[in-house]
């Protein structure tokens, strides 16, 4: 049974826009939460994290927002750029605050179009 | 530049054959993983290493088996009871402490000829 659930596999957004990628987990021991972006044939970098003390955290263009009750958190990209066309995954880790091997959806595709 | 070094980049392998996957950090981690990523799907944790000389199965642990004599190496053997290896396999380490992400290497991708 799937922990972490990215829905939807892929998303196109104009250069420009917003990018808002989805994630939702159901384990309630999970307390840390992490984005990661990849290129083809390269590994995940770190993008941001977030703990769950907290709902929002930002860095530049990247703000991810944790909502605990619904088990829900989104990552915001503003303004999207052609070069954040990678797949996005959402992991999370369980107390005591990311010691756990991190847990990963499946991925989302975003394409930012020109 | 510090930074997680995953060798060789490709890797075939014959059928019947076991094959080890290199990888060596150079930042001082505590804690070592090893993913392994199919088409369409996520990262899985094969096994994982939180201090040396000990290591703990993860998800799909069934065909592989890993060592940790060094801080710094962790080498993953995929051996011939794997029935299904081609894959893209990608290890990461991460210092143990709150709020510490993990990190990866650019990956290793293993073909069966």
């Known amino acids: 049974d799937q922990q972490v659930k990215q829905n939807s596999p892929s998303l196109s957004v104009q250069e420009g826009r917003i990018s808002i990628l989805n994630c939702d987990y159901t384990?309630?021991?999970?307390?840390?939460f992490l984005w990661y972006k990849k290129y083809p044939a390269e590994g995940p970098t770190f993008l941001i994290s977030?703990?769950?003390?907290?709902d929002k955290n930002e860095d530049g263009r990247f703000t991810v927002f944790l909502n605990k009750s619904a088990k829900h958190l989104s990552l915001h990209i503003v303004p999207s750029q052609p070069g954040d066309s990678a797949v996005y995954f959402c992991a999370a880790s369980a107390y005591p605050t990311g010691n756990t091997p991190l847990v990963f959806g499946k991925g989302t595709r975003l394409s930012v179009i020109a | 530049d510090g930074g997680i070094t995953q060798s060789p980049k490709y890797l075939f392998r014959k059928e019947g054959q076991n094959v080890t996957l290199s990888c060596e950090q150079n930042?001082?981690?505590?804690?070592m993983y090893w993913y392994r990523q199919d088409p369409g799907q996520g990262l899985r944790l094969i096994y994982y290493s939180q201090i040396v000389n000990d290591f703990q199965k993860g998800d799909i642990a069934e065909g592989y088996s890993v060592s940790r004599e060094k801080k710094e190496s962790f080498p993953l053997t995929v051996t011939s009871a794997q029935k299904n290896p081609t894959a893209f396999y990608l290890c990461?380490?991460?210092?143990?402490?709150?709020?510490?992400?993990?990190?990866f290497g650019d990956g290793t991708r293993l073909s069966i000829l």
């Open positions: 930042l001082n981690h505590d804690a």
């Open positions: 977030i703990s769950s003390i907290k």
């Open positions: 384990n309630s021991m999970f307390d840390y």
């Open positions: 990461a380490s991460r210092q143990v402490s709150p709020s510490q992400p993990q990190h």
